[in-house]
């Protein structure tokens, strides 16, 4: 067996995920490598999600009856978990959404009707970068479309990195928001959050971050990161689906308007006209997602339990080590950086002439789950020439061998199609 040094003890940990003792097709055992579209969920989140609906299941706040105090509470109590996870001043900055998708639209929605000096119109810039998932393209996109405001972004470099030669030029006085991702879904990438976020507040612009792809992975302070939004979801870091978070600055959070209404959100409502809960409340209209934030919390406490430092240590090493087990391959190419510095376990590569549809096919046949597609993602692989990539990505139950059956995989791929 492959030993490599950071590496947490998986045998321990896959005992909690029982999805992972699947055998599939004719007795295969599941090596599931794609974690960066959603991660596995351990016996802990499955059984707070079953405890909540066998024992507390009822609508929060309002209610006085004792489900519904019990509910509130843990449904509260779960916000505080994400408001310590993230390092938040405040929990009330805590945003529950259904995804990240959502919790970026909201962004882009409040923006779009607020009030100077935040309100993005036909003077204004936005800027995203070429990397971005399509949720943090298409809101910014239809935001342009409505106030007429101007959209542009960072291109990429040849090894799959934001090229900031031209920063001042991209950042500039009228540039009001900059929304790019921590780390990239499809190059693995991670961002220097510092220099743009410096470049940002020079000239007096907001910035959010899409951290779905860091928040699973690495510690994630949203004060050391001094931007004003942070998105990411709770699906791929051990959490129910259904369940995501926008975190924001209190002062903004204040000071922008709703974009959904309905109730739980208002403070008083007449035929007339409304006023709005403060936050987080103004911004959760309607029956929250309750039994997903409990299971949230539940992932919370599990990734906290093992600890976000030997997290990101152990998939560094796994990082470190697909790079050079993938390298022998022949005709494999890596699309994003080719070394494991810098970089998340999210690994995107094409095989010669083999189409990534038909690489996933034949891996799944042997039990080897990976993503295919442009991972929605399609600028980098227009950027790239590319019409997808195959995506292999890895988590804190991921092991060396996982990596050696994928490459054993890919030799079988390559005999396959001759």
């Not at 479309?145 to 920063?167: C, E, P, V």
Request: charged fraction near 20%; aromatic fraction near 6%; include cysteine.
């Amino acid at each position: 067996m492959t030993q490599l040094p950071g590496l947490l003890d998986t045998e321990a940990i896959r005992k909690d995920f029982p999805v992972l003792d699947r055998l599939i097709h004719d007795g295969k055992k599941l090596v599931y490598l794609d974690n960066a579209a959603t991660s596995q969920k351990p016996r802990q989140v499955l059984d707070a999600l079953s405890e909540y609906y066998e024992r507390y299941n009822a609508n929060v706040h309002r209610g006085v009856h004792v489900l519904a105090e019990e509910a509130t509470a843990l449904y509260e109590g779960a916000r505080d978990k994400v408001a310590a996870f993230i390092n938040a001043p405040s929990r009330d900055e805590v945003i529950f959404t259904k995804n990240a998708s959502e919790s970026l639209n909201l962004v882009a929605n409040m923006l779009g009707w607020a009030d100077e000096p935040y309100r993005v119109d036909h003077e204004t810039e936005i800027v995203i970068t070429e990397m971005e998932h399509h949720s943090n393209i298409v809101p910014w996109q239809l935001l342009a479309q409505r106030t007429g405001a101007k959209l542009k972004w960072f291109g990429l470099t040849d090894d799959g990195r934001l090229d900031l030669s031209n920063i001042d030029e991209i950042i500039t006085e009228k540039t009001k928001i900059v929304s790019f991702v921590l780390v990239s879904n499809i190059l693995g990438t991670i961002n220097p959050v510092e220099a743009i976020v410096r470049r940002a507040q020079e000239v007096g612009a907001l910035v959010c971050i899409d951290a779905s792809q860091a928040a699973p992975h690495m510690p994630l302070d949203v004060q050391a990161l001094q931007a004003d939004f942070v998105a990411f979801t709770g699906h791929k870091m051990c959490g129910p689906t259904g369940i995501g978070v926008l975190w924001g600055r209190q002062e903004l959070l204040e000071d922008l308007p709703p974009f959904l209404g309905g109730g739980e959100m208002i403070e008083t409502v007449s035929m007339h006209s409304s006023t709005y809960a403060p936050a987080p409340h103004k911004f959760e209209a309607g029956t929250p997602p309750i039994a997903q934030a409990v299971g949230l919390g539940a992932a919370i406490d599990y990734l906290n339990s093992i600890g976000m430092d030997r997290i990101l240590a152990h998939e560094h090493a796994l990082t470190e080590y697909a790079v050079k087990r993938l390298a022998e391959v022949p005709d494999l190419r890596i699309i994003g950086p080719t070394t494991a510095e810098d970089r998340g376990a999210a690994i995107s590569f094409t095989l010669g002439d083999i189409h990534p549809h038909d690489v996933g096919q034949v891996l799944d046949e042997q039990g080897i789950a990976v993503r295919v597609g442009h991972h929605c993602a399609r600028p980098v692989c227009l950027r790239y020439g590319i019409p997808a990539t195959t995506r292999a990505s890895f988590y804190l139950y991921s092991t060396p061998a996982e990596i050696d059956a994928l490459v054993d995989g890919l030799e079988h791929v390559r005999n396959f199609f001759g």
